[in-house]
């Protein structure tokens, strides 16, 4: 499938519970697993993030509901602009989103920021998107350009 064929539209805010947003407590994050290295790792390649508050049962389905708004806005404060321009994109969000991968990290597995850059020495950005990429062409959801 061609990547423009699985992109839908950019939501315009953050759902009340977005992975990319500070505001969404730890305890909510918790009752999804840990999927802090997937987010990591996808906000770097060209996967389509939709919202998974859009779907009945909260679970994100690519080329249903519209694009998640953390996502694109992480991007931008992340300065991640290669991307396919299928893509939403938003404009930096540095109140609402987090700005690092290192905060995106700490908040997530509730550890501190040192201990977050501590682990992304060993566990690379490059390591966690090459994983997505991987994992996306065994279940055959990787989409082209």
């Known amino acids: 499938m061609k990547i423009d ?11 009340g519970q977005c992975p990319f947003a500070r505001s969404t407590s730890k305890e909510y994050l918790d009752t999804r697993g840990d999927n802090s290295e997937r987010f990591l790792g996808q906000s770097f390649i060209n996967a389509v993030l939709p919202c998974h508050m859009e779907d009945a049962e909260n679970n994100a389905v690519v080329g249903q509901g519209q694009q998640c708004a953390g996502a694109a806005k992480f991007r931008a404060n992340l300065g991640v602009n290669w991307l396919h321009p299928s893509l939403g994109e938003l404009p930096v969000d540095e109140v609402a989103v987090f700005t690092t991968a290192e905060e995106l990290l700490a908040h997530h597995r509730g550890i501190s920021l040192a201990e977050a850059e501590d682990y992304l020495k ?14 996306a062409m065994m279940k055959g959801r990787f989409c082209d350009a």
Do not use: F, K, Y
């Open 122 to 135: 060993t566990h690379t950005l490059g390591s966690m998107a090459v994983r997505e990429l991987e994992e």
């Open 5 to 15: 064929e699985a992109a839908t539209n950019q939501r315009a805010e953050c759902c």
